[in-house]
C-alpha cells in the first residue's frame, strides 16, 4: 500500500466550478500536509501548508486536514484557466522535514 | 532573485552508460533534496541533504545512485550503468534550513535511457 493515494485524475471542469482535490494516507503519525502545484514542465510549487487538523484559506485555496479519517482536500473557488495544472498533495512526519511523502498528482483541467 | 536551476535539462544516453545530474540551489539554502518523477506518477525521495553531509540515503533505489554535494552548494545525482527504468524527471529542491517547510524545486532533468 503506498503512504500516499491520489486520484491521478485528470478533473475537467467549466470556468468558475468549485474544485475539490483530495488524498488518503495511511500513517497516522503524519503531521504536516502540503499541497504544490505543477505546470507542465516545470518543478513543483507550494501552494498551501497546513499543521495537524483543521482548515487553513488562502484566496481561492482552502485546505483542510481530518486527521481521523486520514484524509486531506485542496478546494478551488472560482476556478480559472490559469490553475489548470497537476496539483500534488505531500505530507511529512515531523518538524524537521527530512523527508517528504507526496501523491501522484491530479491533473486538473479548467475550461474557459 | 535566482531560483534552483538544474543541468541538463534534457538528457538521452544508452542504457548502460553513466550520466551525472547537477542542481544549484539558491544561494545560502542549506538544505537540499533529489527526488524522482516517473511518468504520471508523484515524486519519489531520493536523498536529502544538510550542509554536505547526507544523514539519509534511504531514497537511493540502488547502488547505482549515487549524489554529493560540495561546499554547501552545487550537488550533482550520478547514475551508473544506466537502465531504462531509470528514465524519469529528476528534480532538485533547495530549502533554507532542515525546519523549513518551503521548498523550492528547480525545473528537472528529463532523462531517457534508450
Known amino acids: 500500500q503506498k503512504e500516499v493515494e491520489q486520484d491521478p485524475g485528470p478533473l475537467s471542469v467549466p470556468e468558475g466550478a468549485i474544485v475539490s482535490l483530495n488524498c488518503t494516507y495511511s500513517n497516522s503519525a503524519f503531521q504536516y500536509f502540503m499541497w504544490y502545484r505543477q505546470y507542465s514542465r516545470k518543478g513543483p510549487e507550494l501552494l498551501m501548508y497546513?499543521?495537524?487538523?483543521g482548515n487553513k484559506e488562502d484566496g481561492r485555496f482552502t485546505a483542510q486536514v481530518d486527521k481521523s479519517s486520514k484524509y486531506i482536500s485542496l478546494f478551488i473557488r472560482d476556478s480559472q484557466p490559469s490553475d489548470s495544472a497537476t496539483y500534488l498533495c505531500a505530507m511529512s512526519l515531523s518538524y524537521n522535514f527530512n523527508k517528504f511523502y507526496f501523491g501522484s498528482g491530479t491533473k486538473l483541467n479548467v475550461k474557459p | 532573485g535566482a531560483g534552483v536551476s538544474q543541468s541538463p535539462s534534457n538528457k538521452v544516453t544508452e542504457k548502460g552508460k553513466d550520466v551525472e545530474l547537477r542542481c544549484d540551489p539558491i544561494?545560502?539554502?542549506?538544505?537540499l533534496y533529489w527526488y524522482r518523477q516517473r511518468l504520471g506518477q508523484g515524486l519519489e525521495f531520493l536523498i536529502y541533504f544538510q550542509g554536505n553531509s547526507a544523514p539519509d540515503k534511504s531514497g537511493l533505489p540502488s547502488d547505482r545512485f549515487s549524489a554529493e554535494r560540495t561546499g554547501e552548494s552545487v550537488s550533482t545525482l550520478t547514475i551508473q550503468r544506466t537502465q531504462q527504468e531509470d528514465s524519469a524527471v529528476y528534480l532538485c529542491?533547495?530549502?533554507?534550513?532542515?525546519?523549513?517547510?518551503?521548498?523550492?524545486f528547480g525545473p528537472g532533468t528529463r532523462l531517457l535511457v534508450l
Open positions: 544561494s545560502g539554502h542549506t538544505a
Open positions: 529542491a533547495s530549502s533554507l534550513r532542515r525546519e523549513e517547510e518551503t521548498q523550492y
Open positions: 497546513t499543521y495537524s487538523s
